[in-house]
């Protein structure tokens, strides 16, 4: 503990900078994590197997009902749109399911795209941190006295190494953690893409026998 504390009074303010890059990083990887594991995301293929089975009995409201047991979840909510036009005409179904996709969208991939930024800014601000202690540090090489040149010299150095290890620590599983966000990103809306094409389909398919019937 005291080394990390020696390590942020000798790095100065930008070990400050970093470290409020890290918190808000941190804050969003947990509110992503949580969001995309847990609340948007649902067990796709079972579930559509369901909806698939309900369809073609001809159950539509159970379909419903299925999907609104799992409200907040992205795809029940796109399934949902396109069950509730599912006696409607082939247009109808197409506009709700891309309108129900245009809303979901932006939720799953709400603050995901920000984590790379900051691992940037991360990195840059160690960076910069480095040149300002190498410039101290020849400072010190040029104008201090023989008794301070060596301690002013150490401070630079200090500055640059530490500034440089902080960012790095805080941009790597920053990295890390916006790659597994957004693998989980794109699965949901993959599902989401694959399974309300499926269902348009079937909607379709089942409305044209339903037509013949009659």
């Known amino acids: 503990m005291g080394a990390i504390?020696?390590?942020f009074r000798t790095g100065g303010v930008w070990m400050y900078i970093i470290l409020a890059v890290s918190i808000i990083a941190i804050?969003?990887?947990?509110?992503r994590f949580i969001y995309l594991f847990f609340k948007y995301s649902v067990n796709a293929e079972p579930f559509m197997a369901q909806i698939q089975k309900l369809v073609m009995a001809n159950n539509i409201d159970r379909a419903i009902k299925l999907c609104n047991a799992q409200p907040s979840a992205a795809l029940p909510r796109v399934i949902k749109a396109g069950l509730?036009?599912?006696n409607k005409g082939e247009v109808e179904i197409q506009n709700a399911l891309e309108e129900a996709t245009l809303e979901v969208v932006p939720m799953v991939?709400?603050?995901t795209?920000?984590?790379q930024p900051l691992a940037n800014i991360a990195t840059l601000l160690g960076l910069l941190g480095t040149i300002i202690g190498l410039i101290q540090a020849f400072a010190a090489l040029e104008k201090a006295t023989p008794e301070t040149r060596q301690k002013l010299l150490a401070r630079g150095i200090?500055?640059?190494m530490n500034t440089t290890a902080f960012g790095l620590i805080v941009a790597i599983p920053t990295l890390v953690f916006h790659m597994v966000l957004s693998s989980m990103t794109k699965k949901i809306l993959d599902e989401i893409?694959?399974?309300s094409v499926k269902l348009e389909n079937l909607l379709i398919s089942r409305g044209k026998s339903g037509a013949a019937e009659e």
């Open 27 to 31: 804050g969003i990887t947990i509110e």
């Open 113 to 115: 795209p920000v984590l």
């Open 158 to 160: 200090a500055l640059a």
């Open 193 to 195: 893409d694959m399974y």
């Open 109 to 111: 991939q709400k603050r």
């Open 5 to 7: 504390a020696e390590a």
């Open 84 to 86: 509730t036009r599912a």
